[in-house]
Each structure stands twice: as C-alpha cells, then as structure tokens.
C-alpha cells in the first residue's frame, strides 16, 4: 500500500529531529530563563499572555535571537504588533548594533485571517529558504481568525491547519518557533480552541498579569513562579528565594 507523500515527510522529519542542532535561545532575564528553560529549536512555543508584557519578551527574543546565531529571523504578524522602537531601544542598552539588528529581521505582516493563513501555508516555507532563518515568530496569532464576518468553523479549521504548517516548517528547518497569544479570554470563547492552542505546542507558557507581578505558569510542569518586570536596563537582585523555589508555597524578594 503506497505511503502518502506528507505523511512520509513527517515521518522523516520525526526521525531526523534528534540528529537536528541542538539550539536554545534566552531571554537574558535570569529569573525567567531558569524558569522557562529557553526555547529550543525544532520546538513549538506558545506565549499567552493576558498582558502587554508578551510584547516586551518578544523584543527581547528578537534582539537576543539575531545576537546569538547571526541568523535572520522571521516575524509574521498577525495584530500589527512588532515595536522597532522598542528593539532598537533594548540593542541601545546591551550595546549591539540596533541597524544590523534590525536588519536581520523580516516581517510579514497580515491584515486579514485569509492573509495571514496564505502567508503561513504557501508563503512561509519559500521565506525559510530564502532568508536561511533560524529562528520564527507568530505574533497575535489568534486576532484576525475573530473576524466578526467569517463563521468560527471556518476560522477553527485555519487555525488548525496553519498551527500544522507551522509545527511541519519547525521541525523541518530546526527552527526556533515562539507563537504569541494576546488575551488569555480568547481561547475560552469558542469550543475547542483552547486544547488545540495547548496541545499543539511542545512548550507553553501562560503569562497571568496581577497588580504589581505577573504570574508565569508551564501548565503542562504544572509549576508557576511570580515575576516582578523592571526595566530591561535596571541591574536586580532576582536570585533570593525563601522556601521552595517554585509552586503554591514559592516566595521571592
């Protein structure tokens, strides 16, 4: 019986992962990088955020990504949400070349979920080639498949079948891939997408913004730690810990 052409694929692709570099990238925040554990390559990353902060983390995963490997990087966005400002602000603190930097960084950006799932699905994978990028983001992944004019279970299916393409292209090309979710709301509103965002990723890390913290949670460790953010250029002391390190009986100074 004839095995499928995609399915082979996969299937090669599966196999060839271990043998694939094994690359991490951090942030550069020793609180958080001990915690998440980096993101590694040939691996799928989900930030949801119920806050602004997941827009800080990306800059700094852009910023450090292109620093670290000297590989261009791939940001399709899909809410109009990359802040070259505050990239080229973040290589003004470390010290890096912010024009190099920005340079570095190819962003395709959609306005609508037809052309967010064609520059997924038909787009992205000539783009891999092209630039020879190590490292992708999906920012608001999850925005314009709200569009008020297409019925949800056209939009479900979209979203389906890009989150594939994305979790294929990752594995195939060994990139670095980060998907963003702004608004932990979202996922609640419509049957089944919460599972499919979660269960999708290899790695998942919520964001649940309070007063004065954030709480950081890998549900699938089923451990959080709480983040106090300062500015990027402030030096802290973020390495104190009373009792355990982390979970529900964690505290920090």
């Known amino acids: 019986m004839p095995v499928h052409s995609e399915a ?3 299937t090669v692709i599966t196999q060839l992962e271990p043998l694939c570099e094994h ?7 020793a609180r958080l990088d001990e915690f998440i554990g980096g993101f590694a390559a040939s691996q799928v990353t989900l930030l949801d955020s119920s806050g602004c902060f997941v827009f800080d983390l990306v800059s700094m995963l852009c910023v450090e990504a292109i620093k670290n490997s000297n590989e261009e990087l791939i940001f399709v966005d899909g809410g109009n949400s990359i802040d070259p400002y505050g990239i080229a602000n973040l290589c003004k603190r470390k010290g ?6 920005l340079s570095q960084i190819n962003v395709a950006r959609a306005f609508t979920a037809y052309q967010l799932v064609t ?3 038909d787009r992205l994978e000539e783009m891999i080639k092209k630039s020879k990028a190590s490292t992708l983001i ?5 925005d314009l498949f709200f569009d008020k004019d297409m019925a949800w279970q056209e939009s479900f299916q979209l979203i389906k079948r890009s989150l594939a393409k994305i979790k294929k292209l990752t594995g195939k090309y060994n990139l670095i891939t980060v998907i963003t979710n702004y608004g932990l709301a979202k996922l609640h509103f419509r049957r089944g997408l919460r599972n499919l965002m979660y269960d999708t990723p290899k790695k ?6 309070r007063k004065k913290c954030i709480k950081v949670v890998l549900p699938k460790e089923d451990s959080f730690i709480y983040y106090y953010p300062v500015p990027t250029y402030q030096t802290i002391l973020d390495e104190f810990f009373l009792g355990e390190s982390y979970g529900k009986n964690s505290a920090h100074l």
Request: aromatic share 10%.
């Open 8 to 10: 082979l694929e996969e």
């Open 23 to 29: 690359k991490v990238l951090y942030l550069s925040l």
């Open 96 to 101: 890096y070349d912010k024009e190099h930097v």
């Open 119 to 121: 520059l997924i699905n």
């Open 138 to 142: 999906v920012s608001c992944f999850l």
């Open 204 to 209: 998942l890390v919520r964001m649940e913004e």
